[in-house]
């Protein structure tokens, strides 16, 4: 029987083949997205957990508080994980990891030269026993258990011996010490927070030999025993901090305590903590999912309306097949068949489109697909489950109505299908709401990132480059500074901890002095050219000057310190601007702090968030990269100069401009991905729509052809024909845009709602995205009109 429902299946399917090729060329479409955007979200969702007993490891994070204020963080201190392991009996295991890039890059020279590396790391000897990565070669459980030892990554090694075996036992130089590759280990998964080339004994760093409670610089991470509840856990953390911490915090007001977080939480958790690799905020993973179902929904609705619109060229069809004695169960097989012979079709060629396409994707998403998913059991089985599904929910509506006709009316063709018309009608409503919807966003996502690209960030971004440098340089740092202004290719530059895009230090302001206020407070290390080198808004007092007090010459902790404010610090004081300054403040390592001037607020942040207090230090000592302001002209010219300057002072350092207006940009990459791939999926989804309305308005010309020839005998001209045809899908396309306003001002307050610095609301998006969808719709109702109007009106009147 069903050997006989495909055969005719296949045959009607080849007999109408406009109807075929809108339906397969949409499904396979919508199939093709659905499954890219499942897969991205299958490896986001998979993150770390491809540790043994992943349930049980948990990262630590640190929580300070202070006078009602609290700050998270995600490192702990070095002496946290030994404490741990030693009073704590509920710990199986634990592990600290210290990412260098924080600070500073790395040289390393294999015998050929140096090389700047930054994704490197200090791990304790129990790394390998808490994350069991598989290793290419040597020991994991002895690879950290001495000091200068290093395991590289597999591609990491061929990168350097050509092979990865050869690299085992090999001496390497890093930072001019030597260190033996004790093993090399497989590239680390793409769904693995923990990400670096080079992975080396901390028993090598200070802390790895005399661990303290100070400072908080390290990634910590424990493997608890089976049974072991996390709150029972965090209440014995506390008793540690009672112990080591809670005396010498307390002399500075301060409290803290340490909480876990599940290892699975960390990519997808509170994205306020910094990680090893940045996360993906979660509600983009429901959003994505959401696209998908409607893009599947979509692509199925063009079959239910076309098959429903075709069903008065099937009346007699059906009739015939009843007079023969054929049931509405076994009619209800027959056009199931059919719909499920498209998805299947549809479905075998999303595979192969998608192993095409998947480097490209990749590409937008910053994902790699795992197509091997595809093709394991369960993902077969998934799959011919979604095709049963999809094929029973495109053919159910369609099957109903075509069964459920009356024989005698269906062989006198005078079956009517208003009930269908009416879900044709909200199905088409429901494919062009979300079109113009997903538009919209997508031109909301699209304002707010142009927003953050040309708002006034109180410094000047543009022409300005930073040059990361290495501390052990700190003492010849002056001399390359004064060379690089000389070659004439830099109008300033200034010694700085961070880019001004995001100042990472934190401290706090005690009360003492002329202020009584207590709180946390961003800090930042320059020296006296920063003003002049990002162009900020000095708008009270003076610059810091030569003769101006360095921190690191402070010799007690009462001595004159001189410091410049931001506005923002200013006001949490209760001063004025004027007022600030001549003021003394107690900053923690100094009480006798004199505010020398005070700059204009500017970002030193994420837009998500308000400018915060800020106090800049002269302490070029703490600096770790040089911000250089090239002269107006073309950059490449200016950065040869350099590089020429650079390579002569320092040749064992490669020369590595990063642009800062780039790494402000590079802030935004999930946001700039969300909107991209907005921008994708809304085209799609407006394309399947269209090819939707082209197979609706050739079914209804075609039945008005009658019609049409008759107006045009009577004078009508193409204009008029398209008005009475495009009359009707006009008024549905009208209350999709209803609709899709409503939805685009939720998604307008709800995205923005998360950025502290927003654009302002237009009614732009919501004008556009509505315009584009109508002239889409339009043009396709206009061509295919054409091509009935341009019929002979002798030819099809007599036909007819």
Not at 324 to 350: D, N, P, Y
Not at 481 to 500: C, H, V, W, Y
Not at 756 to 761: C, E, L, M, P, Y
């Amino acid at each position: 029987m069903w050997k006989n429902y495909l055969k005719v299946s296949f045959r009607n399917l080849q007999k109408r083949k406009l109807y075929t090729g809108i339906n397969l060329l949409g499904l396979t479409i919508a199939v093709v997205s659905f499954l890219a955007i499942c897969l991205y979200i299958h490896h986001e969702w998979s993150y770390d957990t491809m540790y043994s007993d992943y349930h049980r490891i948990y990262k630590m994070n640190q929580e300070f508080k202070s006078d009602g204020e609290s700050q998270l963080v995600s490192t702990t201190p070095s002496s946290l994980v030994p404490s741990i392991l030693e009073e704590i009996p509920e710990a199986e295991t634990g592990t600290l990891i210290f990412d260098i890039s924080i600070f500073s890059t790395v040289m390393v020279d294999a015998g050929e030269g140096n090389q700047e590396e930054s994704a490197f790391a200090y791990v304790d000897e129990n790394f390998y026993r808490v994350f069991d990565f598989k290793m290419v070669s040597g020991n994991p459980l002895q690879a950290f258990s001495e000091p200068n030892q290093v395991v590289l990554t597999k591609s990491t090694a061929e990168r350097y011996f050509g092979n990865a075996n050869a690299a085992q036992g090999q001496a390497l130089k890093i930072d001019n010490d030597d260190y033996v590759i004790s093993g090399v280990m497989e590239d680390f998964p793409s769904n693995s927070h923990i990400d670096f080339d080079f992975l080396a004994s901390f028993k090598t760093h200070r802390h790895g030999r005399d661990p303290e409670w100070s400072p908080s610089n390290y990634y910590t991470y424990v493997k608890v025993k089976p049974g072991t509840e996390p709150e029972v856990f965090e209440g014995k953390l506390a008793q540690l901090v009672d112990k080591y911490l809670g005396k010498e915090l307390a002399e500075y007001g301060y409290e803290t305590a340490f909480f876990l977080q599940p290892v699975t939480n960390i990519h997808l958790g509170d994205q306020a903590l910094d990680s090893i690799k940045p996360g993906t905020d979660i509600r983009y993973l429901y959003i994505f999912g959401i696209v998908a179902l409607l893009l599947i929904a979509i692509g199925v609705i063009n079959y239910v309306n076309l098959a429903t619109a075709e069903a008065t060229e099937r009346n007699k069809e059906v009739g015939l097949r009843k007079a023969m004695g054929a049931g509405r169960i076994q009619l209800f097989g027959q056009f199931v068949s059919e719909s499920m012979l498209l998805t299947f079709a549809s479905t075998l060629l999303s595979i192969l489109a998608l192993y095409l396409i998947s480097p490209k994707f990749s590409s937008i998403s910053g994902v790699p697909l795992r197509l091997d998913l595809l093709v394991t059991p369960l993902g077969v089985t998934l799959i011919l489950a979604f095709v049963a599904l999809m094929g029973v929910l495109a053919g159910l509506y369609p099957s109903l109505i075509l069964s459920g006709m009356e024989p005698i009316k269906a062989l006198a063709n005078k079956t009517k299908m208003g009930g269908g018309a009416w879900v044709r009608k909200t199905l088409v409503v429901f494919q062009f709401f979300v079109s113009i919807g997903l538009l919209i966003s997508t031109m909301v996502v699209k304002n707010q990132l142009d927003y953050m690209q040309e708002i006034n960030l109180g410094y000047d971004k543009e022409h300005l480059v930073s040059l990361s440098y290495h501390y052990n340089m700190r003492g010849g740092i002056e001399t390359l500074k004064n060379e690089l202004l000389r070659s004439g290719a830099a109008t300033s530059i200034s010694r700085a901890a961070d880019m001004p895009v995001h100042i990472k230090a934190g401290y706090k302001i005690f009360p003492g002095g002329d202020n009584q206020r207590e709180f946390m407070i961003t800090g930042y290390s320059v020296d006296t050219d920063l003003i002049k080198t990002i162009d900020l808004d000095l708008i009270a007092g003076n610059n810091f000057s030569e003769t101006d007090p360095k921190r690191s010459e402070l010799e007690k902790s009462d001595d004159r310190n001189t410091v410049i404010l931001n506005e923002t610090a200013v006001k949490e004081m209760g001063w004025t601007v004027e007022e600030a300054v001549g003021k003394t403040i107690n900053v923690g390592f100094n009480s006798n702090s004199e505010v020398k001037g005070v700059v204009k607020d500017f970002y030193f942040n994420s837009l998500h968030h308000q400018v915060g207090p800020l106090v800049i230090f002269n302490d070029p000592d703490q600096a770790n990269v040089l911000l250089v302001k090239l002269p107006v002209g073309n950059p490449a010219t200016h950065l040869a100069t350099l590089e020429n300057v650079w390579q002569r002072l320092v040749p064992e350092r490669p020369f590595n401009p990063v642009f800062v207006d780039q790494a402000y940009a590079h802030m935004y990459n999930s946001e700039q991905q969300a909107g991209l791939i907005f921008g994708v999926f809304s085209g799609i989804a407006i394309f399947i729509a269209c090819m939707g309305l082209f197979g609706l308005v050739s079914y209804v010309a075609l039945r008005r052809t009658r019609e049409i020839s008759i107006r045009k005998v009577l004078g009508a001209t193409q204009q008029n024909v398209v008005g009475v045809l495009a009359a009707d899908f006009l008024k549905l396309l009208s209350v999709a845009a209803i609709l899709a306003i409503g939805f685009g001002i939720w998604f307008s307050n709800s995205w923005l709602q998360d950025f502290a610095n927003r654009t302002t609301q237009s009614i732009w998006p919501f004008v556009i995205s509505i315009a584009v969808v109508f002239l889409l719709a339009l043009i396709t109702i206009a061509y295919r009109s054409w091509k009935v109007y341009s019929l002979n009106p002798a030819k099809t009147l007599k036909s007819d």
